[in-house]
């Protein structure tokens, strides 16, 4: 299938080696400050240019539990690659793909295999493993604690897995990456949903001395979009429409289907239609070009801003135009018409440019995708005790030890915290909290021995 075609292709050993010899291996390297966890990019890099990838790899894998992700999903322009002082004058070193290169060859070839700290330290659940709960699962793990994991889907990773589409990042890849911190001892339950199936109290009765949260969003936001039917208004929402989706939720079901869990049908995107996409973000880019790939006729993208201000990698927006996905600036939807079925007929769009007059048009629409965002779902919330979140149903962390909710023992960390943000992000926090984590459980485990 088209949809599931990786876009970018790999580089050989040469190329690799070729390209990894431009670096200049700078005193003071930007790259490294441009990258969130901080990783350590030209010692890498200059372990490439010498052929050694085994000493390359483990000095990634310090840093990174996602390495083959990173290197194809991560905003490499806005991060190390943007800060490459190459790129000032010339090209910057693709950073990105060298680090793909690598950590692909290590998996391909399974050069590396971590010893396996013994895990003496504490026993730490992890609620989801998405980006958040793998990187704290694999950096406490390297710590010494027992960690398992518990996810409600059958496959783990999270957005990796039901998020980012297939030609970005191949469901193996992330799947490789799942079984390397299975490797280090972390044990995963799929298909288990806490706060429905078990509860945080549940954990701590099973004797886990800490609970991390890192269950994302899921919960769709919604617009307020009049919507008209034979020229009237009615009381029906935008969630009541079934060819109105949320990005995410779109995403999810292409993945299912390329999986074969689901049939084509179950999507609500018909071969020849013509779909909207709202927001502008890369999630956006990625339900534009996706839905052009299972058979849209056509794709137009609506952006209440202009193309400076968009969220989106100007690297993801200049593919999705090649693919042929249409941008409206400066627009919005202002009404929504509908048949007798409640299915979309058309839309009304005005654009309004600045110190333009507005122009206004009624268009042919057959699907809407919003990429607006999403709130936590608060099952957790709801069975846990203590827990509290804010007015945005996120939920209340401390800077000490950081990433602690208001319950005692129980952290949080990413989407779920109200941190939304990239991969690496997500793991830069994670990170913080996995450290918060093992200071809290030394901390406990210290005055339990003192009392004694």
Known sequence: ???????????????????????????????????????????????????NLGNAISIIRA????????????????????????GKKGEAVHIGKLERFIADFDSENELTHEDITEKTRG??????????????????????????????????????RYGIPEYRLPKEVVAREIRYIEKMGVVIHRNTHVGVEITVDGLFSQGFDAVFIGTGMSKPKSLEI????????????????????????????????????????????????????????NTAMDASRTALRIGASSVEVIYNKGIDTMAALRAEYDDAVKEGVHFNWWSAITEIHVDDNLDIKEIVLETAEPDKEPVVQTLPADNIIMAIGATPHTKIVRTTSGLENDE?????????????????????????????????????????????????????????AINL
């Open 1 to 51: 299938m088209k949809f599931k075609e990786e876009i970018n292709e790999s580089y050989t050993m040469a190329e690799a080696i070729q390209e990894a010899q431009r670096c200049l291996h700078c005193k003071v390297p930007q790259c490294k400050k441009g990258c969130p966890i901080s990783n350590d990019i030209p010692d890498w890099i200059h372990e490439l240019k010498k052929g």
């Open 63 to 86: 840093k990174s539990n996602l390495p083959a992700v990173c290197g194809r999903v991560c905003g490499h322009e806005k991060q190390c690659e943007g800060s490459c002082v190459l």
């Open 123 to 160: 026993k730490v659940a992890v609620i989801g493993a998405g980006p958040s709960g793998i990187t704290v699962a694999g950096d406490l793990s390297r710590m010494g604690f027992a960690v398992e994991m518990f996810e409600m889907e059958t496959q783990c990773g999270g957005m990796l």
């Open 226 to 281: 009049p919507i008209y039917q034979n020229g009237k208004c009615i009381s029906a929402k935008c969630a009541d429409l079934k060819r109105i989706r949320l990005a995410t939720h779109f995403l999810r079901r292409v993945e299912l289907i390329s999986e074969g869990f689901m049939d084509r049908k179950e999507i609500p995107v018909d071969e020849g239609a013509k779909v909207w996409v709202i927001g502008c973000g």
């Open 392 to 448: 945005h149903k996120f939920l209340i962390t401390r800077d000490v030890p950081y990433g602690m909710t208001t319950r005692k023992g129980v952290f949080a960390g990413g989407d779920v915290v109200g941190r939304q943000a990239t991969v690496v992000h997500a793991m830069q926090d994670a990170k913080k909290v996995a450290e918060g984590i093992a200071q809290y459980v030394d901390a406990i485990k210290l005055m339990e």
